[in-house]
């Protein structure tokens, strides 16, 4: 799943504009990222419409895990937040982020989990319901976000817990992170120089 979202309701801040009881999932879809044709699934939760699937746009400063091309047309690419980075943008991280998309913030984030049960939750109904080792729970809440467990990139180049982790960038440096252990998710810190999915 990615990490980059659009508000799709103009008319209020996006803080007034989604209800605790906003429907899990009002809408699928998809969309095109016109940069390099590649076409992703999409969800709309809420007041946003979020990218179902991790990005997999090349970036000279971004990774397959392992090194290895079909890993990211598996779980997309890695990127450093370092590597997101435009010094001539006025918002420097959103390069990245298809037209029309960002990448969310920790509220945005916590939105999403409220309207799928919580946090305490969210790391079993927006799970791919394969893929995470050692049988990780998916209940059968599944909205098809299908998180990926994509593993991260170190800033020494090494590779690690593919099948165990992902982490995803918010636009605030941290990260979202969900693990095959356990039913919830976490809003951590996060070097800068680590590679993690959009």
């Known amino acids: 799943s990615s990490s980059s979202v659009t508000v799709t309701s103009s008319s209020s801040s996006p803080e007034t504009s989604v209800e605790a009881s906003a429907p899990v999932v009002t809408e ?97 109904r927006l799970k791919k319901s394969t893929e995470w080792f050692n049988g990780a729970k998916v209940d059968s809440g599944d909205v098809g976000f299908s998180v990926l467990p994509s593993g991260i990139r170190y800033s020494d180049g090494i590779y690690s817990r593919e099948g165990w982790y992902a982490l995803f960038w918010t636009s605030a440096a941290g990260g979202v992170f969900f693990n095959y252990y356990s039913p919830e998710v976490k809003v951590i810190d996060k070097s800068t120089k680590v590679g993690a999915s959009v």
């Open 28 to 124: 699928s879809g998809t969309m095109t990222d016109s940069r390099d044709g590649r076409t992703y699934k999409t969800l709309t939760v809420g007041a946003w419409t979020w990218m179902a699937e991790n990005l997999n746009y090349k970036t000279s400063d971004s990774y397959c895990f392992g090194d290895k091309a079909e890993n990211c047309e598996k779980y997309g690419r890695l990127y450093t937040w370092d590597g997101m980075k435009d010094s001539s943008a006025l918002n420097s991280v959103q390069r990245l982020c298809p037209a029309g998309y960002h990448l969310p913030s920790q509220w945005e984030w916590g939105r999403l989990f409220a309207a799928v049960g919580g946090d305490s939750l969210a790391g079993v």
